[in-house]
C-alpha cells in the first residue's frame, strides 16, 4: 500500500545531544503502526517532529506528498494530520460536553464569526445546532455520551485521556497520532481502547501509536517499528517483534535476549517431552 506519511532521514540534535541518529520510515495507507522503544528512545521527539512541534536537524516528514518542514501544528492538522499528548489538557470545571464544544469552536467551526445577516435568519442557530449534535456523536464515538454532562476534572485521567481523543478526531483527520493513549487505564478500560482504535481505522484513518502496554502493542498493531537511543534498531510484525534479539536486550538489558532464547529452547524440549 502507498504510504501516506513518510519520514526521511529525520534526526534531532540540542547542542551535543542526539535525541534522534537517522530516522527514517514510511507509515502505509489505512495501517495501524506501533512506535516502540524504552524511555528516552526517541519516541515522542519523532511525533514533535511529524506534528510541526519540532523542527528537526535534518531531514524531511511528508504528509499525503507534501512537505511538513517549516509548517506549523494548525497548518499541519488542516492537511489531516492529528494527534493527541501524553498529558491530559481539559477544562476541569466544565461539563465533558463543553470541552467537547470549546474545543469545536476552537478549530475554526464554520458557524465562528458568523455575520449578521447569517445570526438574523438562523443559520448561526442551525451551525450551532449541527456543533452539538457532532459533538454527541464524537462522544458516543469514543464511550464518554453517558459522562457528558459531568464535569470533565472529575472523570478518571484515562478518560481524561479519551475527551483528547475526540478533539483529535474532531477535525476529521486522514491520520491520528497516538501518544501513549492507554496511560492510566486499568485493563478494561485498555481492551476498551483497542476496540476504538480498531473502529477509527475501519473509518480509514490511518494511525501511528506510541504506547508503553507491550501486550496492547502487540494485540492492536499490523506493524511495529522500535527505536533506541534514537536510532530504529527493528521493523516488522508483532510476532516478530516479539522475539527480536535486539529488541529485548533493548527493553532489558545486555543478556537478555540469550536468557529469553534459552528459557524458549527449554519451555520447547519440555513440552516435546510432556
Keep these: 500500500m502507498s504510504a501516506i506519511l513518510s519520514v526521511d532521514h529525520v534526526g534531532v540534535r540540542f547542542g551535543g545531544l ?15 503502526l506501533s ?30 506528498g507534501t512537505s511538513l518542514t517549516g509548517l506549523s501544528p ?16 481539559v477544562f476541569p470545571d466544565d461539563t465533558v460536553f463543553d470541552n467537547v464544544m470549546i474545543g469545536l469552536h476552537g478549530q475554526g467551526a464554520q458557524m465562528a464569526r458568523a455575520p449578521l445577516l447569517a445570526a438574523l435568519i438562523g443559520r448561526a442557530g442551525a451551525g450551532e445546532r ?7 456523536a464524537l462522544l458516543d464515538w469514543v464511550g464518554l455520551g453517558a459522562r457528558a ?41 485498555t481492551r476498551v481502547f ?17 504506547e508503553h502496554d507491550m501486550p496492547m502493542v502487540m494485540e492492536v498493531s499490523d506493524r511495529i517499528v522500535v527505536l533506541n537511543y534514537g ?17 529485548i536486550e533493548a527493553y532489558l538489558g545486555q543478556g537478555s535476549a540469550a536468557r529469553r532464547a534459552a528459557a524458549e529452547a527449554q519451555a520447547t524440549r519440555e513440552a516435546a517431552h510432556a
Design 231 to 247: 536510532r530504529l534498531i527493528a521493523e516488522g510484525p508483532p510476532e516478530a517483534i516479539r522475539s527480536d534479539p535486539a529488541v
Design 35 to 64: 512506535l516502540i522503544g524504552p524511555n528516552g528512545a526517541g519516541k515522542t521527539t519523532a511525533f514533535n517532529v511529524m506534528t510541526g512541534f519540532l523542527k528537526p536537524s535534518q531531514g524531511d516528514v511528508r504528509f499525503r
Design 149 to 189: 454532562q459531568e464535569k470533565a476534572g472529575a472523570l478518571a485521567y484515562g478518560e481524561q485521556r479519551l475527551v483528547g481523543v475526540a478533539l483529535a478526531l474532531a477535525t476529521e483527520p486522514a491520520m491520528l497520532l497516538l501518544d501513549e493513549p492507554v496511560s492510566g487505564m486499568n485493563a478494561s478500560e
Design 194 to 210: 483497542v476496540r476504538l482504535i480498531r473502529q477509527i481505522r475501519e473509518r480509514g484513518i490511518t494511525i501511528l501509536l506510541v
Design 130 to 136: 449541527q456543533l452539538r449534535a457532532r459533538a454527541e
Design 74 to 89: 494548525h497548518a499541519i492538522a488542516r492537511l489531516g494530520l492529528a494527534r493527541t499528548f501524553q498529558r491530559t489538557s
Design 18 to 32: 542526539v535525541a534522534i541518529a537517522d530516522l527514517h520510515l514510511d507509515v502505509a495507507q489505512g495501517e495501524i
